[in-house]
C-alpha cells in the first residue's frame, strides 16, 4: 500500500448485498475484495489494515464497534465510514449500483468547514411551572440535582412536603425569552410563599411585574407554549400535565441541563450585505418571515439574529436573497462543491440519468435505511445527499444540481415541518426553482417534493419519477448563490430569453414611469447593492438586472411612486451590464452654462412655481430657477428686494488712513527717547 493512502474496506454484510464484488471493486480506488464480516468474523481483517495506515470502512451501522477496535489498538486510523448498504447496495437495482457507490465515496472523501460553536453556562436554576399537583411532585424529583423554584397556578391539591428544599411562589407567567442558561420570566400575582405557620401555605400578597431569572424552564401548565416553535427552543422543556409518561420523560432531560454545552453557530451573518432598510425605508423581510422561532429582528437598516435562540432550520439562508445570512453546516458552496463531486465521480463510472435526493440527516436518513431493509430500496440512478435541514436548501442549491447534470432533484420532507409551520421557506424555495425550470423549457415536474413519512411512499415516488437524460454540458457553479444561479440557469437555457418568476423572487427589474420620475436619484443612494445607478455627466437613471434583490427599497422610497417592481429571470450577458432607464438632457445654467441639473425637472419647477408662488412671482425672480447653485445666490444677493440686503459697505480703512497728515481723525505719531 502507498505510504499515507487510505484503505477503503467494503463488506457485503454477511452476503445480503446483491450486486457484484468485481464490479464495486472496480469503482473503489484501491479495493480487491468484498468482505462478508468486518464487524465479526473478519475483525483481524480490520485489525491489520487500521495497523497499516488510514482505513474507512463502508459501513455506518458498526461505527462504534470499529471505533472500539481501533481503540484497543491504540490507533488513530479510522477515518471515518460511509453508508454503502443503505443507500446504494440493499436496492432492487443493486446490481446497476457501482456508479452510485463511486459518488458515495467521492463524497466521504471531503471535509467541508467547521461551522463555529460559542459555549452556554447553565447552573441548573429550573423554574417548574403549572398547578399544584402537576408541580409539586416535579419540583421535588428536580431539586435532588437542581436549585429549583415552583411556581404554582392554583392552591388546589397543594401539599408540601416535610422538608421543602425548593422555593414555592404563586403566580401566571405574562411571558418569557431568553434560551438555555439565560431565561427571563415575568409574571403577574406573584406571591411568595410564607415558610412558618400551621396548616395550610400562606403566601404574601401578590403583585404584578415580578421578574425573575433562571437557566431553564419545564413548563407543565398545559396552556399555550411560552415561544414559538418551542420544541427548538434549548432548556424549555414542555409536556402536557394529563400525560404522565411525557411529564416523567422531561426529568431526566431537565436534570441534563447543567454545565457548559457547545451550541453550534448555524448562521453566519453579513451585516453589510442586508437589504433590510435604509434610511427608514423598508426593504427585505425575508428571513423575519420565515424564522419559527423569532431569533431574527430588525435591527435599524440591518436584523440582528441571536445565535442562542437560532435552531438551525436554515430557512433564513435559503430565502436571503444577498447571502447575508450565510447557513454554515455546511456553507453553501461547500454544498455545491460536494454535490459537484457526486455528479462527476458518478459520470466517469459509468453512470448515466443521474438523480438528487435531498433529506435531512435524521428522519430522512432513517426512512432511507427503513426502505432498504424491507422495501424496494433506493432506485440505481438516486443519489442521497443529506443536509442538516432540508429547511436550509436555496434554489441555488437546487438549480445548481441540474447545471451540474442532475436530471431530477428530490427533497424529502418530514411532515413534521408542515404541522409545526416550518415549511414556508421550503415551499417558496421549491416554487421559484419550478418557475425557473419552467422558464429554461426544460419542465417544472423534474423538482419533486415528497412530504411523506412512509418509506414505501418515498420509494413509490422515486420508481415512478423517472425524467428523461438533459443533454446540456454540466458546469461547475462557482461563486455566490446569485452567481452559481446564473449559471445554471444559463447552461440549461443558453439561447433562453427573459421569463416570469413568482410574487416575491429575489430576481427581477425595475419599471420607472418616465413621465413621472424627476431624477431626483434619491433611489440611487438607497440602493443596497448597486443595482440602480446614476451618470455623473448626464441627469440619467440606470439598472443592472443581476444586481437587483428586489428588496422594495427604491419602490419605497421614490417620493413621485415612480418605481414599480417586475419579478423575472433574464439569463443574457446583457443583464450584467448597466442599461438606461431614464435620462434627460442636462439643464445650462443661463448664467455661466454650466449643467447642474436635469431640464425637464427645471421645466416643470418653472411651470408649477412661477407666477403661483409669492417667491416667484415675477420673471426676475423666476428667472433664478434656470441658475446653477453659485449662479442663484448671487443673483439673488443683487436684487434690490432681497430681503437680507444691507446697506453700502463702508470703505476699508487702513493704517496709513489713520496716520495720515490731512486727516483730522490721525494718530499722533509718538516720539521716543534715543
Known sequence: MTEG??????????????????????????????????????????????????????????????????????????AGTVDLRDRALWSDEA????????????????????????????????????????????AETLSRSLTVTAMITDLEDLT??????????????????????????MADAVATMVPGGRGGPRFEEPRDGGKSACDLIVDLSGAPALFPAHGKRDGYLRADPGDPLAVSALIPQAMEMIGTFEKTLYIDFHADLCAHSRSGQPGCTRCLDVCPTGAIIPAGET??????????????????????ADYTLPQSDDSRMRMEAMLTAYSEAGGAAPRILIHDER????????????????????????????????????IAAFGMGAGQVAIHMPTRLRREGEADALDAQAALVRSMLMGTGIGPDRLIVIESDDPDALTDALYSEVPATLTHEPISPLGDKRTATRLS?????????????????????????????????ACVSQCPVGALLDNPDMPQLRFRESACLQCGICENTCPENA?????????????????????????????????????????????????????????????????????????????????FQMGEKPPVRTTEDYLGADNEDAIPKRKFDA
Request: proline share 6%.
Open 489 to 521: 440557469i444559463a447552461a440549461l437555457a443558453p439561447e433562453g430569453g427573459a421569463f416570469d418568476l413568482p410574487e416575491g423572487a429575489p430576481y427581477g427589474e425595475v419599471i420607472v414611469n418616465q413621465g413621472a420620475c424627476t431624477l431626483c436619484l
Open 95 to 138: 446490481q446497476d449500483a457501482a456508479p452510485k457507490v463511486a459518488a458515495l465515496l467521492a463524497e466521504s472523501s471531503r471535509t467541508g468547514r467547521a461551522a463555529g460553536t460559542v459555549d452556554i453556562e447553565s447552573e441548573g436554576v429550573c423554574l417548574v411551572y403549572g398547578s399544584a399537583a402537576s408541580v409539586m411532585p416535579v
Open 563 to 643: 418605481i414599480t417592481l417586475a419579478p423575472r429571470f433574464d439569463p443574457a450577458n446583457a443583464a450584467r451590464e448597466p442599461r438606461v432607464l431614464h435620462e434627460d438632457e442636462p439643464a445650462l445654467c443661463i448664467e455661466c452654462n454650466k449643467p447642474f441639473g436635469s431640464r425637464g425637472t427645471i421645466e416643470r419647477i418653472i411651470e408649477k412655481l412661477g407666477g403661483a408662488h409669492w417667491m416667484f412671482d415675477n420673471p426676475e425672480r423666476t428667472r433664478v430657477i434656470r441658475m446653477c447653485d453659485d449662479c442663484r445666490v448671487n443673483a439673488v444677493f443683487r436684487q434690490s428686494d432681497n430681503p
Open 160 to 185: 408540601l412536603p416535610w422538608n421543602v428544599a425548593f422555593e414555592v411562589v404563586r403566580g401566571t407567567i405574562r411571558n418569557a425569552r431568553g434560551t438555555l442558561g439565560a431565561f427571563e420570566v
Open 5 to 78: 493512502a487510505t484503505t477503503i474496506l467494503l463488506c457485503n454484510c454477511e452476503g445480503s448485498v446483491g450486486t457484484e464484488p468485481d464490479a464495486i471493486c472496480a469503482v473503489c480506488p484501491g479495493a480487491q475484495t468484498v468482505h462478508d464480516s468486518l464487524c465479526r468474523l473478519e475483525t483481524e481483517t480490520l485489525a491489520a489494515a487500521l495497523s497499516d495506515g488510514p482505513v474507512v470502512v463502508a459501513c455506518a451501522q458498526e461505527e462504534a464497534r470499529f471505533a472500539e477496535i481501533a481503540e484497543d489498538l491504540g490507533v488513530d486510523t479510522l
Open 363 to 398: 428522519e430522512g436518513r432513517a426512512l432511507i435505511a427503513m426502505a432498504a431493509r424491507y422495501g424496494r430500496g433506493l432506485p440505481a440512478a438516486v443519489i442521497p445527499f443529506a443536509v442538516n435541514e432540508v429547511t436550509q436548501v436555496g434554489h441555488d442549491l437546487m
Open 303 to 324: 436584523v440582528s439574529i441571536d445565535p442562542l435562540v437560532c435552531a438551525g432550520c436554515g430557512g433564513c439562508s435559503a430565502v436571503c436573497p444577498s447571502g447575508a
